[in-house]
């Protein structure tokens, strides 16, 4: 059973930054893609991030440039480094495990942008 802790949320204020922990037990993390999604309220879950065993990243738009994911298969974990945070990033922030088609998420964390 593949389990995920997200860790590293907070309340934030405009142009500050924060990073998020994502620490992997069970599974194959090094075989995995792993990735940071989203959901603001009232709004859908969205990718914010993704990055591929081989370390290929892919972002969504609105967060390019700012946001930086990373990962470390020693260690079994993917951060999320988030910079110049502004207040429509607020959301509650979730990591992701891919594999062979299947989907683990852990419980999120929340991210709020506010002064």
């Known amino acids: 059973q593949v389990q995920l802790v997200e860790s590293g949320g907070g309340l934030v204020q405009p142009g500050g930054s924060l990073r998020l922990s994502c620490a992997v037990s069970?599974?194959?993390?090094?075989?995995?893609?792993m990735g940071w999604y989203r959901q603001g309220p009232g709004k859908q879950r969205e990718l914010v991030a993704k990055i591929t065993s081989g370390g290929n990243t892919f972002y969504g738009n609105s967060v390019i440039g700012r946001f930086t994911i990373s990962r470390d298969s020693a260690r079994n974990t993917v951060w999320l480094q988030m910079n110049s945070l502004k207040p429509d990033d607020t959301a509650v922030y979730y990591c992701n495990y891919n594999r062979a088609s299947r989907d683990y998420w852990g419980q999120g964390t929340q991210v709020t942008v506010s002064s």
């Open positions: 069970g599974g194959f993390f090094s075989v995995a893609t």
